[in-house]
């Protein structure tokens, strides 16, 4: 029998988190294909963060099972397949970048070609030797994207690789995932700025911990009957409170005839 994830690089089955006496994530099913950019897309606190944590196997879970490229989140067998990008820059601000992106390319077993790719993949070669405490915030982020891609993983989970950086880098940053996932690899990427769906293959739009939609761009426009992802995803927005609404409606109604 073949294995149920043989397609896909993450399948997230009945996951359950609760932070801080909240539940963050009820009951999330998903699925990340192979070889695709998807985007998780979503307000700030809707979920985006846990979600990436628990598939990199650093988020403690309630319930449920995360399982990527065919092993559980976070086993030994993954620390070199997969690549996690933080929303915060993961670098030492007392090093320049090419020591940064050099060390985890010796803990990656990769050798000074690959450390140099890196580096010119997230455009700081001419900023290879400049300590990073002296970059500015978005030169950081890229600092620390170069660490995630040197050991060259399958999957990359990016946590908001493009906040705060000028549309050109950003441009740029999208068209090196889009040639990742050319190459076979696995681009898993958050982001809150709804123009950024269009560069995915997929979208994963999530809100309140719940999963609005799981289709391309083109479906969900068709769906919504809108023109962007913005108003598409307004309109999921307004439909999912519609109908919370009649629920808790109906939940009231049930209750007063009971009484």
């Known amino acids: 029998?073949?294995?149920?994830?043989?397609?896909?690089?993450?399948?997230?089955?009945?996951?359950?988190?609760?932070?801080?006496?909240?539940?963050?994530?009820?009951?999330?099913?998903?699925?990340?294909?192979?070889?695709?950019?998807?985007?998780?897309?979503?307000?700030?606190?809707?979920g985006k963060s846990t979600l990436m944590r628990a598939v990199v196997g650093v988020q403690v879970v309630a319930g449920g099972t995360v399982t990527v490229l065919g092993e559980e989140a976070g086993s030994p067998g993954l620390r070199h397949r997969v690549g996690y990008l933080t929303q915060a820059p993961s670098v030492y601000g007392d090093l320049s970048v090419r020591d940064n992106v050099g060390y985890i390319g010796r803990i990656m077993g990769v050798g000074s070609d690959a450390v140099d790719r890196a580096i010119a993949a997230v455009d700081l070669a001419d900023h290879a030797?400049?300590?990073?405490?002296?970059?500015?915030?978005?030169?950081?982020?890229?600092?620390?994207?170069?660490?995630?891609?040197?050991?060259?993983?399958?999957?990359?989970?990016?946590?908001?690789p493009t906040v705060g950086l000028d549309p050109v880098l950003r441009r740029e940053l999208w068209d090196l995932f889009r040639r990742l996932a050319a190459e076979g690899r696995t681009v898993f990427v958050s982001s809150h700025v709804m123009d950024e769906a269009s560069r995915c293959d997929r979208l994963l739009?999530?809100?309140?911990?719940?999963?609005?939609?799981?289709?391309?761009?083109?479906?969900?426009?068709?769906?919504?009957?809108?023109?962007?992802?913005?108003?598409?995803?307004?309109?999921?927005?307004?439909?999912?409170?519609?109908?919370?609404?009649?629920?808790?409606?109906?939940?009231?109604?049930?209750g007063g005839a009971a009484a």
């Open 1 to 46: 029998m073949a294995n149920k994830s043989d397609g896909d690089a993450v399948v997230v089955e009945h996951l359950r988190v609760v932070r801080g006496g909240r539940e963050v994530l009820p009951d999330l099913d998903v699925t990340v294909p192979r070889g695709q950019v998807v985007g998780l897309l979503g307000p700030s606190g809707g």
């Open 129 to 160: 030797h400049v300590r990073v405490e002296n970059l500015s915030g978005g030169q950081q982020s890229r600092a620390s994207l170069a660490c995630t891609l040197v050991g060259d993983p399958e999957v990359l989970v990016l946590d908001e």
């Open 205 to 254: 739009l999530l809100r309140d911990g719940r999963i609005l939609s799981d289709c391309t761009l083109p479906e969900l426009l068709e769906r919504t009957g809108t023109d962007d992802a913005e108003q598409a995803f307004l309109a999921l927005i307004d439909a999912a409170a519609a109908a919370d609404g009649a629920a808790d409606g109906a939940g009231g109604t049930d």
